[in-house]
């Protein structure tokens, strides 16, 4: 019984210390993204680079590919994109396994540049358009294959979408769910609307 006991702790140990090696190869694979996204994956608003800390494993994990393989990131245009392909270039499949793993396992952070907005015009806009499949909370959903919106500053958000609307992303034949944002992106009036869900959005945000 002791012996099994003993076993069992070993193993117990082994498998910890595994997990903590893995974890910190792929903090230090993240190091070249920290110089944008920030040490801590917050995101940095002055460089437009999004909050990656806490976001849905799975979707970091099909972006980072779809930036390798051009589904994302392609057009010309879409300069943040075009620096995105590169750094995903240099990433192994196994990498951004890592590398999406350990971002999404790091705590939330409340997203900076809060815009001022309609929260009420906001909220039904969102409700209606945009949360049955991106969360009453903006909290995302792995099961729609969406990703969390409250984390990602207001001109990171205003910034896709209108790539969305303009066919800088979203138009790739492979990029399903880019296709069905893309087709989405129609739903919104006027500018101002698209600053009230922002607003709305962000107003959801809380640290985990």
């Known amino acids: ?26 903090a230090a694979k993240y ?26 494993v799975h979707y970091l994990e099909r972006q980072l590919q779809y930036f390798k393989l051009g589904v994302r990131g392609a057009d010309p245009h879409d ?24 971002l999404s396992g790091l705590p939330q952070a409340i997203p900076a540049g809060v815009v001022k907005g309609d929260l009420k015009n906001g909220n039904n806009y969102y409700q209606a358009k945009c949360g049955a499949c991106h969360g009453g909370q903006a909290q995302g959903n792995s099961g729609l294959n969406t990703p969390a919106l409250s984390m990602l ?10 790539n969305f609307q303009q066919g800088l992303r979203g138009t790739h034949p492979d990029d399903k769910y880019g296709r069905q944002m893309k087709m989405m992106s129609t739903s919104l009036p006027t500018d101002q609307d698209l600053d009230d869900v922002i607003a709305y959005i962000q107003s959801m945000a809380k640290p985990l």
């Not at 917050?42 to 806490?54: C, D």
């Not at 500053?153 to 209108?162: E, T, V």
């Open 31 to 56: 190091q070249s993204c920290a110089v944008c996204h920030g040490e801590g994956g917050q995101g940095n608003i002055e460089l437009g680079a999004p909050a990656l800390a806490g976001q849905g």
């Open 153 to 162: 500053n207001s001109i990171y958000l205003k910034q896709q979408f209108q």
């Open 79 to 102: 300069t943040q994109g075009l620096q995105m392909q590169a750094m995903a270039g240099t990433l192994a499949d196994e990498d951004i396994h890592a590398v999406a793993a350990y």
């Open 1 to 26: 019984m002791k012996k099994v006991a003993m076993l069992t702790l070993v193993m117990s140990l082994l498998w910890v210390s595994l997990l903590v090696r893995a974890d910190s190869d792929a």
